[in-house]
T-cell receptor, first 114, second 108 residues
Framework: DAGVIQSPRHEVTEMGQEVTLRCKPI?????LFWYRQTMMRGLELLIY????????DSGMPEDRFSAKMPNASFSTLKIQPSEPRDSAVYFC????????????FGQGTRLTVV | GQQVMQIPQYQHVQEGEDFTTYCNSS?????IQWYKQRPGGHPVFLIQ?????EVKKQKRLTFQFGEAKKNSSLHITATQTTDVGTYFC????????FGSGTRLLVRP
């Protein structure tokens, strides 16, 4: 298995533009997580899905952020409109059984909003 | 909400010295996980502790889970330059919450 695949690896966009981050979890994993990492706030859980259903989105910073999982092999995190303070590394992770098992992280998407 | 505190924030050691990072939770945990993130990389799972007072070893790494299941530690014996990175604990109650991490720098 190729592991969790994220795209793009790097994204530079102008303030106000829409940004879409993509994730392909490991096949067979029922849980998918989106994390954001910054120097100031560390690794923050934004949202997680179980069997494609959003379970907890309490970490989503505001309405500008939305996440979807239309099927078991694909998820998106969208920011619209983007702001400079959204600049961070966004990680997607998947796990076979949720919180009590190992989470496998993708390589991350480094987002820069200018 | 649940918080996980991790100390120290940074540790700079001479190669061969030992290193310890500590993780404390405000609530009792069902289990705790440890991850390592190399500079520019992504978090990679190291181990999971489940039982009260549990101790696990991986070569030079020793992981402990407190008796009350509210704290944990990672100890590295005789650090090597390959140990460089940030070590995170992740508290697993109803969702996986990461500590702030301890960044380890090793002088060769």
């Amino acid at each position: 298995d190729a592991g969790v695949i994220q795209s793009p690896r790097h994204e530079v966009t102008e303030m106000g533009q829409e940004v879409t981050l993509r994730c392909k979890p490991i096949s067979g994993h029922d849980y998918l997580f989106w994390y954001r990492q910054t120097m100031m706030r560390g690794l923050e859980l934004l949202i997680y899905f179980n069997n494609n259903v959003p379970i907890d989105d309490s970490g989503m910073p505001e309405d500008r952020f939305s996440a979807k999982m239309p099927n078991a092999s694909f998820s998106t995190l969208k920011i619209q409109p983007s702001e400079p303070r959204d600049s961070a590394v966004y990680f997607c992770a998947s796990s076979p059984e949720g919180q009590n098992t190992e989470a496998f992280f993708g390589q991350g998407t480094r987002l820069t909003v200018v | 909400g649940q918080q996980v505190m991790q100390i120290p924030q940074y540790q700079h050691v001479q190669e061969g010295e030992d290193f310890t990072t500590y993780c404390n939770s405000s609530t009792t945990l069902s289990n705790i996980q440890w991850y390592k993130q190399r500079p520019g990389g992504h978090p990679v799972f190291l181990i999971q502790l489940v039982k009260s007072g549990e101790v696990k070893k991986q070569k030079r790494l020793t992981f402990q889970f407190g008796e009350a299941k509210k704290n944990s530690s990672l100890h590295i014996t005789a650090t090597q330059t390959t140990d460089v990175g940030t070590y995170f604990c992740a508290a697993s109650s109803y969702k996986l919450i990461f500590g702030s991490g301890t960044r380890l720098l090793v002088r060769p």
